[in-house]
């Protein structure tokens, strides 16, 4: 939707996350803690590799969480993978216009890591999502 601009570091990261999975980034966005890397459907697997050697290596060299979500053109879908690591229990979405009001029901022990420390990761997650989708508000229950 909104159109953005990589800075210096996010390019490195970009630069980073090639050279160590070989899988093309489509866009990356982080907050003080994690490196969120948004990457094309199917390529999950290829990217985090079989005992997540590349997701440790990208965590030492960058010295951050680091996120990978497949993306998807079904706003959804991509939702889901955007809070799969919090065990998803319902995701409850109200069209208004061409605009979306979610509500995402994670497993209640990673509700507050879902929403991160001041509501970090919820605003993170809203920015990623506002990049494809006209997204009104996101709450998590």
């Known amino acids: 939707m909104s159109s953005f601009k990589l800075d210096e570091n996010q390019l490195r990261y970009i ?3 090639f050279t160590i999975t070989n899988v093309e ?3 990356v966005a982080e907050n003080d803690e994690n490196i969120f890397f948004i990457i094309h459907p199917n390529t999950l ?5 079989k ?3 590349k997701v440790k290596k990208l965590k030492d060299m960058l ?6 979500v497949e993306y998807s053109d079904d706003i959804e879908r991509f939702v889901y993978n955007l ?7 319902d995701i409850k979405m109200e069209k208004i216009g061409d605009a979306f009001k979610i509500n ?5 022990a990673n509700k507050a890591r879902a929403i991160g ?12 999502l506002d990049r494809h989708f006209k997204v009104l508000s996101l709450y998590v229950d």
């Not at 995402?104 to 209640?108: A, F, L, M, T």
């Open 83 to 89: 809070f799969y690591r919090f065990n998803v229990k």
């Open 104 to 108: 995402v029901k994670v497993d209640p």
């Open 51 to 53: 005992n997540g050697e």
């Open 117 to 128: 420390k001041n509501g970090r990761n919820l605003k993170t997650t809203k920015e990623i």
């Open 15 to 17: 630069n980073t996350f």
């Open 25 to 27: 980034v489509m866009e």
């Open 45 to 49: 697997k290829r990217a985090i590799d």
């Open 63 to 68: 010295n951050k969480n680091i996120i990978i």
